[in-house]
């Protein structure tokens, strides 16, 4: 059973408009979250983190909001920009930053 | 079968040891990847093989040598650590490096250099 879950395997947006990326999660213990993204013939980048003593962490165009009640965070790259295409990654763990496990990723594609 | 395997799954060395991580995936996945994560950190980005030939090596120190024998399997051997390498060592694998591909990770191999 997935721990971690992207049920949006794609999405498309265009340039300029906001980007959604959604992640839920099934284990309450789960207390740090990591965003990634994976360009072509590279391996996943780190993005952005959020501790679950936040709800919300901002850098530059991409914010990631945290809901522990519902158990979803979500990332918003705003404005986005066709350089932003890749596939992201949301991933959790639950001592802090030790181990991480993975979610199955979500393809965005920025259209200019 | 969508897992990625890692053995061992902990590991103590000495400064002076020769050991070896082992990755291994049957998902016909062409790119594997090796990640360094110490603690409260993101992992970092290691190596990248793509099609069993490295294609990334992000400036690692030559103690940390990667082997890919067969497109299932991914190896990474260590020589002469020193105790800050000690880590939690993560493999990956992807169908391949392009944009549209999916990432599995395995669960690690804790590494403690004494």
């Known amino acids: 059973d997935q721990q971690v879950k992207q049920n949006s395997p794609s999405l498309s947006v265009q340039e300029g408009r906001i980007s959604i990326l959604n992640c839920d999660y099934t284990?309450?213990?789960?207390?740090?979250f990591l965003w990634y993204k994976k360009y072509p013939a590279e391996g996943p980048t780190f993005l952005i983190s959020i501790s679950s003593i936040k709800d919300k962490n901002e850098d530059g165009r991409f914010t990631v909001f945290l809901n522990k009640s519902a158990k979803h965070l979500s990332l918003h790259i705003v404005p986005s920009q066709p350089g932003d295409s890749a596939v992201y990654f949301c991933a959790a763990s639950a001592d802090y930053g030790q181990n991480f496990v993975f979610g199955p990723g979500t393809r965005l594609s920025v259209l200019p | 079968d969508t897992e990625v395997t890692q053995t061992p799954k902990h590991l103590v060395m000495g400064m002076t040891n020769k050991k070896s991580l082992k990755c291994e995936q049957h998902?016909?996945?062409?790119?594997m990847y090796w990640y360094k994560q110490k603690a409260k950190k993101p992992p970092e980005l290691m190596f990248v093989?793509?099609?069993?030939?490295?294609?990334i090596n992000e400036s690692v120190p030559s103690r940390f040598s990667p082997e890919c024998p067969n497109s299932s399997l991914l190896n990474l051997h260590l020589h002469a650590l020193q105790p800050e390498d000690s880590a939690l060592y993560l493999c990956a694998s992807s169908q391949s490096t392009g944009l549209n591909t999916e990432a599995f990770f395995g669960q690690g191999t804790r590494l403690t250099v004494v």
């Open positions: 284990n309450s213990m789960f207390d740090y």
């Open positions: 093989y793509s099609y069993e030939k490295l294609s």
């Open positions: 998902m016909g996945h062409r790119a």
